[in-house]
């Protein structure tokens, strides 16, 4: 079984601290990508990684930066937590395949209250 | 207008029903097409996978595709309790990365 771990599955943190998600994949997938779900908006992708040390930007990057050392590895880092950013964050990998985006494997999510 | 639309629910069934989910969409280019479940407070799991238009059968579960209409369904025969969860439908390009959600069907199965 694919297993995306997440290593938090609730985190609360203040207004202006530096929170750190971490993400790991044990399926040696190539892609790897963040979500923020929140109530009536569906996923949104935050950020998306292809290759180790290479990231690209989703729909909504503002206020977030993410880090890539190793394959495996993939984490969401908010560089000042605002209230606006309590949401679900939602872990994916999946491996190269025409398509790309087909077949994404979720980790358990990590539910963060910044208060 | 969203590139997917999904009717956000709730939906409630009695034990036994077939439910009957589905997403619209307006992105002409997409080709693939997924189902995800999600059960409270968990991450989204991945039930069906299609590519272009048909039928695809999965036990209790079937998924069609409807490019010329931009429309996709999720039908669950006999539905159990354990069926009740967010369903997602998301889809991609064929050279895309990012998969496109809808914002989730809520179904309840009433035992």
């Known amino acids: 079984d694919v297993k995306v771990t997440q290593s938090s599955r609730y985190l609360v943190k203040r207004t202006g601290e530096k929170v750190f998600l971490e993400c790991v994949q044990d399926?040696?997938?190539?892609?790897m990508f963040w979500y923020r779900q929140d109530p009536g908006l569906g996923l949104r992708l935050i950020y998306f990684s292809y290759d180790v040390k290479m990231k690209e930007k989703g729909d909504i990057p503002e206020g977030y930066s993410v880090s890539r050392e190793k394959k495996e590895r993939f984490s969401l880092i908010l560089e000042s937590a605002s209230t606006n950013q309590t949401s679900m964050y939602l872990c994916?990998?999946?491996?190269?395949?025409?398509?790309?985006?087909?077949?994404?494997?979720f980790g358990q999510g990590t539910r963060l209250t910044v208060v | 207008q969203k590139e997917v639309e999904q009717d956000p629910g709730p939906l409630s069934v009695p034990e036994g029903a077939i439910v009957s989910l589905n997403c619209t969409y307006s992105n002409s280019a997409f080709q693939y097409f997924m189902w995800y479940r999600q059960y409270s407070r968990k991450g989204p799991e991945l039930l069906m996978y299609?590519?272009?238009?048909g039928n695809k059968e999965d036990g209790r579960f079937t998924a069609q595709v409807d490019k010329s209409s931009k429309y996709i369904s999720l039908f669950i025969r006999d539905s159990q309790p354990s069926d009740s969860a967010t369903y997602l439908c998301a889809m991609s390009g064929a050279n895309d990365y990012k998969l496109s959600f809808g914002a989730g069907t809520t179904v309840t199965v009433r035992a």
């Open positions: 299609t590519y272009s238009s």
């Open positions: 399926m040696d997938h190539e892609n």
């Open positions: 994916a990998s999946s491996p190269y395949r025409q398509g790309w985006g087909a077949e994404a494997f």
